[in-house]
């Protein structure tokens, strides 16, 4: 009688953006265990990214509430959990939370980041722990650094991946009739990663008179209705998305774009996942280490950036994006996408 094929569940406690940069280490673990079953946990609000991606087994969604967790609310899927029996276990995130349900899942082989810091005992959570080699590197090759606790290889490519939901074609498709269209996003969770509105009208500008199809978006929240509101007084004739809460829609609606543009932000890794071109826009963050990767990528950073880290909002007298020029974002974008 054939063993059952091993069954090995990933944990990934972080947010938007960095779960698309788990992607490349997800992928070398497939490759490495090829008949695997490989689950993923993930927070439920994240758990759209990886549903439709064919190498993944199951995808396992549990709720979560910033800085405090229910056992009333994620008790039965623990108990849904540890029935799987899983063979190992390998959480990227390696937080309290993650260190704690690695534990009560009970994988025969859990692996972890060895890390300071936590509730004390996190570390005893782990069979096994991996030092970060180097913390400087781009954050899908930190991610997949961990993969080197159970000697697999790093990923052959760092280029991120997602798939949109095919049920939600027509819906986007109603959304943005015009494929080629660029999608430009103009908020973040941060102001100092955010470009001038006056640099995105400019951009428009450029664009629209050279025959390219323009379309803002933004994310939910006053002040970001507040910054489109700023922006549609300098381009009132702007072609402007209806704020989309749904993220199944909304990653179908990015994969119909054209190329995308945006500050360091969760929908840019989005739409690198998808296969759209995008040109990002860097200033306080370093694009080496978090702008997307790959051939239909472009990263542009300001010539200097002296924000302290640790800061919502750009200190400098003027803000660190204005350096990067709409001239620039338009010459970048007609590179990348040429012949339009």
């Known amino acids: 009688m054939n063993a059952r094929p091993e069954k090995i569940l990933a944990l990934q406690f972080k947010y938007f953006g960095d ?52 056992l009333g609310e994620t008790w039965p899927l623990l108990r849904a959990l540890r029935r799987e029996h899983f063979d190992r276990s390998i959480d990227f995130a390696s937080n309290d939370r993650g260190a704690i349900l690695s534990l009560l899942i009970g ?32 954050e899908s090759a930190r991610l997949a650094q961990l993969l080197a606790g159970w000697q697999i290889p790093p990923p052959a490519s760092l280029a991120p991946e997602i798939r949109p939901d095919p049920a939600q074609a027509d819906a986007a498709r109603n959304l943005l009739p ?6 430009c996003h103009i908020a973040s969770s941060q102001p100092r990663k955010e470009w001038p509105p006056a640099h995105w009208a400019e951009l428009h500008r450029l664009a629209t008179a050279a025959g390219w199809p323009v379309v803002f978006t933004t994310a939910p929240g006053e002040s970001e209705a507040a910054r489109m509101a700023e922006l549609t007084k300098l381009v009132p004739t702007a072609n402007i998305l209806p704020v989309i809460s749904q993220l199944p829609l909304f990653l179908a609606t990015l994969a119909r774009a054209g190329a995308f543009i945006s500050g360091d932000t969760g929908p840019l890794h989005f739409a690198a996942g998808l296969g759209v071109p995008t040109v990002s826009l860097f200033g306080p963050t370093a ?51 040429p012949g339009k």
């Not at 992928?27 to 994240?46: F, N, S, W």
């Not at 015009?178 to 999608?183: A, G, K, L, T």
């Open 19 to 70: 779960a698309v940069l788990l992607t490349p280490a997800l992928r070398a673990l497939r490759a490495h265990y090829p008949l695997a079953e490989i689950h993923l946990l993930a927070p439920e609000e994240i758990a759209p990214l990886f549903q439709h991606l064919p190498w993944l087994s199951r995808v396992w969604s549990m709720p979560r509430r910033r800085g405090r967790a229910s």
């Open 107 to 138: 994988a025969k082989k859990r692996l972890g980041w060895e890390q300071s810091g936590g509730f004390f005992g996190r570390r005893l959570c782990y069979h096994q722990r991996v030092a970060p080699q180097d913390e400087n590197v781009h």
């Open 178 to 183: 015009h494929e080629r269209s660029v999608i």
């Open 287 to 337: 694009p080496a280490r978090w702008a997307p990767i790959g051939p239909q990528q472009r990263a542009l950073a300001a010539d200097a950036c002296h924000c302290p880290a640790n800061t919502p909002v750009c200190s400098a007298e003027r803000h660190c994006l204005a350096e990067i020029s709409p001239a620039r974002v338009f010459d970048t974008l007609k590179e990348l996408v």
